[in-house]
């Protein structure tokens, strides 16, 4: 069974930096697409980061472009998002997912089969 697990998440100062992963196990994922998401309480799921199979080409949202940094191992079956600079408005759980390989955006969640359940960010001001 298909399974994602992100990892990373904490509470961490304005200015500050965390690190995220997200595991995969179940299959392989290397030849997919994957992407960072997050939920803010009260708002829609919004796209972070999205990368593509090789890692050659990554997108961001605007609101992190410049802060925030997807990779990824395909030999872990790992990807990671590294967050510097971190405001307040970064608050929210953020979620892994992979693409599902039907659509070529990276910014929709519906274009995405695969989700781990999250891990909280917190970043006090």
């Known amino acids: 069974q298909e399974q994602l697990d992100e990892s990373g998440g904490g509470l961490v100062q304005a200015g500050g930096s965390l690190s995220l992963s997200c595991a995969a196990s179940?299959?392989?994922?290397?030849?997919?697409?994957m992407g960072w998401f997050r939920q803010a309480p009260g708002k829609e799921r919004e796209f972070v980061a999205a990368i593509n199979w090789s890692g050659e080409n990554t997108v961001y949202a605007d609101s992190v472009k410049g802060r925030f940094t997807i990779s990824r191992d395909n030999a872990k079956n790992t990807v990671y998002l590294q967050m510097n600079g971190l405001k307040p408005e970064d608050t929210a759980v953020y979620y892994c997912a992979v693409h599902a390989g039907i659509r070529t955006s990276l910014y929709y969640q519906y274009d995405y089969k695969y989700w781990g359940q999250g891990t909280q960010v917190t970043v006090s001001s």
């Open positions: 179940g299959r392989t994922f290397s030849g997919y697409a």
